[in-house]
């Protein structure tokens, strides 16, 4: 549990005992008054903007240990009821400061990577099935947000099915993507150059998936690279 996960159910807990309390003026409960019903109100719209504030703060990536179990209903419970549509208008720029300084929307990235790229262009009659291509597209995404182990597994990912769909062969769901590639090799149906590419996809994304090894822009982009060549070997003209 992090500071802000603190903070965030202690300002909770405070709004709910102000709640009570504005209940029991309400029913008679305590002596209460006009004046002391209303400045406890400002109390709870004070912390309501310190809470939502500490809401669009809170950390969604990172997993963490949690003291108090019942955070999670209470976090669930205010996810339901405050959605971006709700909170843009009277907190975007908070929203936009919070995540481009904690580092979830970092401009400079994005923009560079972006810019980076080459158009990913291929010759005519190129027919990739349209599943490889949403799949592709979504590992060029996570190369132009620096998810570069994303882009590098997403990379592997069209490698495997890519030949699992040209070998046609019925029990390749028993075949690792080593014996994919050697297969393929052997068969034909990929070039000498597309084999050494795909031996370097697979050893960079298995060093990521099975050992946490640390993905770099330069590997990603790499693989990016490498896929749109080999889609093209593969689809051209079939």
């Known amino acids: 549990m992090n500071d802000y996960d603190l903070r965030f159910l202690q300002t909770a807990y405070k709004i709910s005992e102000i709640d009570d309390n504005i209940g029991k003026i309400a029913v008679g409960d305590i002596f209460g008054s006009d004046i002391v019903k209303a400045e406890l109100q400002d109390a ?17 990536i990172e997993i963490r240990e949690i003291e108090y179990p019942f955070l999670k209903d209470i976090v669930q419970q205010v ?15 908070k929203i936009l400061d919070t995540h481009e300084n904690g580092g979830i929307l970092n401009r400079g ?12 262009y291929v010759k005519v009659g190129t027919n990739i099935p349209n ?17 570069y182990s ?3 597994a997403l990379s592997r990912t069209v490698l495997e099915i890519v030949l699992k769909d040209k070998l046609s062969i019925i029990d390749t769901d028993n075949m690792c993507l080593a014996m ?3 297969s393929a090799f052997s068969r034909n149906v990929i070039s000498k150059t597309t084999y050494h590419r795909a031996i370097q ?11 946490a090894d640390t993905a770099k822009s330069g590997h990603a982009y790499g693989a990016l690279d490498h896929i749109l060549e080999i889609l093209e070997e593969i689809y051209l003209n079939i």
């Not at 996810?79 to 720029?93: I, Q, S, V």
């Not at 599943?131 to 998810?147: D, F, H, P, T």
């Not at 996809?201 to 050992?211: E, Q, S, V, W, Y």
Request: proline fraction near 3%.
């Open 180 to 182: 994919l590639i050697e």
């Open 201 to 211: 996809i697979k050893n960079r994304a298995n060093g990521i998936l099975h050992k």
């Open 150 to 152: 994303a882009c590098i």
């Open 109 to 120: 990235t994005f923009l560079g990577n972006y810019y980076d790229l080459k158009p990913p």
């Open 131 to 147: 599943g490889l291509k949403s799949i592709y597209n979504e590992a060029r995404y996570c190369y132009v947000y620096g998810q």
């Open 44 to 60: 709870k719209d004070h912390l309501m903007d310190v809470f939502v504030e500490l809401w669009i703060e809170t950390d969604r």
């Open 79 to 93: 996810r339901d009821k405050y959605k971006l549509t709700d909170l843009w208008a009277g907190y975007n720029e």
